[in-house]
């Protein structure tokens, strides 16, 4: 008797558990930066220095600098003037985006336009965790909000990178969009967490991409609250996979223990919608 065809579950963990998974490999310039702009006395030469060593990250940061999002009464046409106009903690998470931005492409059609929206969602959680932590006192670095909201789903991402490679060793494999969904939602939060440990992150953003779908909320893990939150927020608007217009934003959870009034989601949302330039 022949053995039952493999759930594309099965197939996934198989591939991963016979150690040919290509991981994507995360570009540390940010974290240079990261480093400089915490310094006492950041230099913007060195922060331009380190931007201008590689021109695509140059042109791309040029590029965002010049988006609707941040763009002022004229463009910039230099990695001095943008860091100039945006100032330094602001560029790190320009240079953040766009070198995280190249993981979320694919020459598969259906796998693009899937890691699209999940680009549109990192994005919005980020600005949107940045957000949130410069309304209320929370004790939050807008660096970690940022870092923990581009990456709560990098989960997902590596599901679909992991299937991408799947299909180019198998032609014939058949994959409906709801099984790829199926997939992400069961699989993203354990393998994000470990991706990240891979890339050698602080224990606190593996443990938001492990656990940022957890039942129990750890009250006292408040950057969790702010991904969260986010998230949710995406999830009401439409940022991402998911659309729940549904969604009573005031009467989560975590917007009471954020202490976050109607007025502050409904703002938030209107903030949000206009960072879908940043991800087109």
């Not at 988006?67 to 240079?95: C, P």
Request: proline share 2%; net charge negative.
């Amino acid at each position: 008797m022949s053995e039952p065809p493999l759930s594309l579950l099965d197939v996934i963990n198989r591939f991963i558990e016979s150690d040919a998974v290509v991981l994507p490999v995360f570009n540390s310039l940010s974290f240079r930066i990261q480093e400089e702009i915490s310094k006492k006395e950041p230099s913007i030469q060195v922060i331009e220095k380190i931007i201008a060593s590689d021109q695509g990250l140059a042109t791309q940061v040029l590029k965002i600098a010049n988006s609707a999002f941040y763009r002022g009464l004229s463009a910039v046409g230099t990695v001095r003037a943008a860091i100039m106009r945006l100032g330094m903690q602001e560029i790190a998470k320009v240079v953040l985006l766009a070198t995280s931005q190249q993981h979320f492409q694919s020459a598969d059609t259906t796998i693009n336009r899937l890691m699209k929206k999940l680009w549109q969602h990192a994005v919005g959680c980020a600005y949107g965790a940045v957000w949130l932590s410069r309304r209320h006192t929370y004790g939050i670095e807008q660096s970690q909000a940022f870092f923990g909201g581009l990456f709560h789903d990098v989960g997902r991402l590596l599901v679909l990178v992991i299937i991408e490679q799947i299909k180019k060793r198998n032609k014939q494999l058949k994959i409906t969009d709801a099984l790829l969904l199926e997939a992400m939602d069961r699989l993203h939060a354990h393998e994000g967490g470990k991706l990240l440990a891979h890339w050698n992150m602080p224990e606190y953003f593996c443990v938001i991409a492990r656990e940022h779908h957890a039942a129990e909320i750890d009250e006292k893990n408040v950057l969790m609250l702010l991904v969260r939150m986010a998230n949710l927020v995406c999830h009401k608007i439409g940022i991402g996979l998911t659309h729940d217009p549904s969604l009573i934003l005031p009467a989560t959870l975590e917007a009471d223990l954020l202490n976050l009034s109607e007025i502050d989601l409904a703002e938030l949302e209107i903030f949000l919608e206009d960072t879908a330039v940043l991800s087109s």
